[in-house]
């Protein structure tokens, strides 16, 4: 494609494609989740105790949602499009637990006899803590494939990580940024397109273009050995032509999203920081595990009774099943699960790994098998609903486990750790984590490691509670999971 022509490419296809619009329509969904937040505080309360509140009288209480709006752009919460989602749990935590007591205090003085009014109100706020990191994650699936969504933005690339970068964008729309045009000074004469997305050398002609067209962002991705644009001519066009510009490491493993800049007499330097080495931060993740513990309790005893009575109808053999594993630091530990297999289990998959050369390189690739001929129908129900794994609330009790952290791992499974072993073995493996919510069996064993490391060197409780959040989404759509 020559310059002249992306004009017309861009605007057939980005016209409409806007952060306002998208704003827009986040802030629909915060308005709902907010009302429904409110709601579902008077709903509960008026449950427990019918003269305590009127249910009706919430509806009297929506002239405050201009002022939830106004804090949540304070906060930047708007548009919000292309926030993480741990810094985006952050955001609404304080931001709505402030409008809600200043709210709820300002009822409190200024009218007499509210006072379960306020109470109702500061019942919302954990409400809305959890409803609306959820209501924007709705909104990203009902949106992100929409004209409208997303921030149009120029991909400045070098060597093969531009390619891993553009193919991410566009398989997770999601996250906000829409790749319309790759300039790659080392563009060969056969690369004209990638996946759809026009490449083009860097010219005055295709700059003055974007300025026309007014497209504000620019990504620039570094090459392997860590410089972003070493033209200092093109440099400086970047830095005039767009408001935004967001550089991506080659090397992952320096930056992470709590890195912060300092500033060594005009030389710029990253400071990062390891949460989970803190012992500050692990005391906050200890407790957070108790809490979700205590919650769970009774529920999680009904549900224990019902799934060991099913097991012991169904096949003969224990109700649980310990899996060795490796813990924190190399120390080994026993995980328990709901027993989903039959009991000669190990016969059956030694005599399918000598017949069966498929399946045997299957279970080289993934260590599980997609369809396992040896889980029971029961079991088959458990490991959908990701029920069989319900057990390891007792690991989390007993401390070697926590809610939240890499997926526990055999010793031969280390080996595909290669030199991040040490690295994952360094926190508690986790009920659930990064790899859970991003596909889970679905996910190769690479992409799972960097998952487990970005979880370790991202760590904030904010992520932990995203995490929980996503985790509900993903059991109850039971993809990946078996």
Same mark, same amino acid.
């Given at each position: ?23 827009? #329509? ?48 304070? #906060? ?86 531009? !390619? ?72 400086? *066009? ?108 190990? =016969? ?26 040896? *889980? ?13 794994? $319900? ?8 401390? !070697? ?12 499974? $280390? =080996?595909?750790?290669?030199?991040? #072993? ?61």
């Amino acid at each position: 494609m020559q310059p002249n022509e992306f004009p017309e490419w861009f605007s057939n296809r980005y016209k409409h494609t806007s952060s306002f619009f998208s704003g827009i #329509a986040l802030l629909a969904i915060d308005l709902l989740v907010i009302m429904l937040s409110i709601g579902t505080s008077f709903f509960i309360l008026n449950l427990i105790n019918q003269s305590f509140i009127n249910f009706r009288s919430f509806v009297t209480y929506w002239v405050y949602l201009p002022a939830f709006i106004a804090v949540f752009y304070a #906060a930047r919460l708007y548009p919000g499009i292309v926030l993480s989602p741990a810094d985006e749990v952050r955001r609404f935590s304080v931001t709505s637990t402030f409008c809600f007591t200043g709210i709820a205090l300002s009822i409190a003085v200024e009218t007499d006899g509210r006072g379960a009014i306020s109470f109702a109100l500061l019942c919302a706020v954990p409400i809305s803590c959890v409803f609306l990191p959820a209501g924007r994650q709705v909104a990203r699936l009902l949106f992100s494939k929409r004209k409208f969504w997303g921030v149009p933005a120029v991909i400045y690339g070098f060597d093969e990580n531009k !390619n891993v970068i553009v193919e991410r964008l566009l398989r997770h729309p999601e996250l906000g940024y829409k790749p319309v045009l790759i300039i790659d000074p080392n563009k060969t004469e056969d690369q004209d397109m990638f996946f759809g997305i026009p490449v083009m050398k860097p010219s005055a002609e295709i700059h003055q273009i974007i300025k026309n067209l007014k497209i504000t962002t620019a990504i620039l991705i570094e090459k392997a050995d860590d410089s972003v644009i070493t033209d200092n001519k093109l440099y400086s *066009v970047i830095m005039h032509l767009y408001r935004y510009t967001v550089a991506i490491p080659y090397n992952q493993h320096i930056r992470t999203i709590s890195s912060s800049v300092r500033d060594f007499n005009g030389i710029i330097g990253f400071s990062t920081t390891h949460n989970l080495t803190r012992k500050g931060s692990l005391f906050l993740k200890r407790c957070m595990d108790l809490l979700l513990l205590l919650i769970a309790a009774v529920p999680t005893l009904l549900i224990t009774a019902i799934i060991a009575v099913a097991i012991k109808i169904s096949s003969p053999g224990p109700v649980f099943y310990g899996h060795k594993r490796v813990g924190k630091n190399g120390k080994p530990i026993t995980t328990w699960k709901f027993r989903s297999m039959i009991t000669n289990s190990q =016969e059956v998959l030694e005599r399918i790994l000598a017949t069966n050369p498929e399946m045997r390189a299957e279970w080289e690739k993934d260590r599980k098998f997609k369809n396992d001929p040896r *889980v029971t129908k029961i079991g088959k129900l458990l490991r959908n609903t990701s029920l069989d794994e $319900l057990p390891q609330l007792w690991n989390i009790l007993c401390g !070697n486990m926590s809610f939240i952290g890499p997926r526990p791992v055999t010793e031969p499974e $280390l =080996e595909k750790y290669g030199a991040n #072993a040490d690295f994952i073995l360094s926190v508690k493996p986790g009920l659930s984590g990064m790899w859970q919510i991003s596909g889970r069996s679905d996910t190769g064993y690479e992409e799972r490691i960097l998952l487990d490391t970005y979880y370790i060197q991202n760590w904030s409780i904010w992520l932990d509670i995203w995490i929980i959040i996503k985790t509900v989404w993903v059991v109850l759509k039971g993809k990946g999971a078996y």
